[in-house]
């Protein structure tokens, strides 16, 4: 663990790093870049977009100079649209799904490269990104099959509130939320 350097970026500090943060994508998605709403340029649009968004933050690990992984999100706005997908419990609950642009963090990614795997990185990384963040809550999607992703969200405090589509050719993931202190 004392190997990771942890740095904290923000949206032109994504932008400059676009070589690195793909060649780390390539790495954790090699297995699905054949699928169209997994190709690195549908990544890099996405993650585009999620740094176009005030307040947007990442946090990136690196070990002797080489990126191994990162996280980022940012904060959804005012009348946002991204509970409009969700699908359950909660499911055109106002109370809940209401955003004034200070309330939920949406966490948007969170990975690390096979070969760094089970040494606690993208616990300390996610953990970093929370750290500072202002907001009420945070909020992730991810599919109910990646279970060493859900079931470490779980434990480390995320529940789920129900399933989403954000994309038409999206999986359908479980969306979870943690309260944030
Ligand atoms: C999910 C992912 C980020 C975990 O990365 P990691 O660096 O191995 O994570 P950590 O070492 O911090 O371990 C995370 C937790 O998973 C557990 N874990 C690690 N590998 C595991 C495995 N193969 N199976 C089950 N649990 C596992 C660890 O015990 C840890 O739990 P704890 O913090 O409660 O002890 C990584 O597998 C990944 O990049 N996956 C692809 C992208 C992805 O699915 N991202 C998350 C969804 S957006």
Do not use: K
Request: with cysteine.
């Amino acid at each position: 663990m004392s190997d990771l350097v942890i740095e904290g970026h923000d949206a032109a500090g994504l932008r400059a790093m676009r070589e690195p943060v793909l060649a780390v994508y390539r790495q954790v998605y090699a297995d699905q870049l054949g699928d169209p709403f997994r190709t690195p340029e549908r990544f890099w649009e996405r993650l585009d977009a999620y740094a176009s968004r005030d307040g947007f933050g990442m946090v990136c690990g690196h070990v002797a100079g080489e990126m191994v992984g990162f996280a980022l999100g940012y904060p959804l706005p005012a009348r946002s649209r991204w509970w409009e997908a969700l699908r359950g419990e909660y499911e055109g609950d106002q109370a809940f799904t209401r955003e004034d642009g200070t309330r939920t963090f949406a966490f948007n990614e969170l990975m690390t490269v096979p070969a760094w795997r089970g040494r606690g990185f993208a616990h300390a990384l996610h953990d970093a990104l929370l750290a500072d963040r202002s907001e009420q809550r945070a909020t992730l999607l991810t599919r109910p099959d990646n279970e060493p992703a859900h079931s470490a969200y779980l434990r480390w405090g995320w529940r789920i509130v129900g399933t989403m589509q954000p994309f038409p050719d999206s999986p359908i993931f479980d969306a979870f939320v943690l309260d944030l202190p």
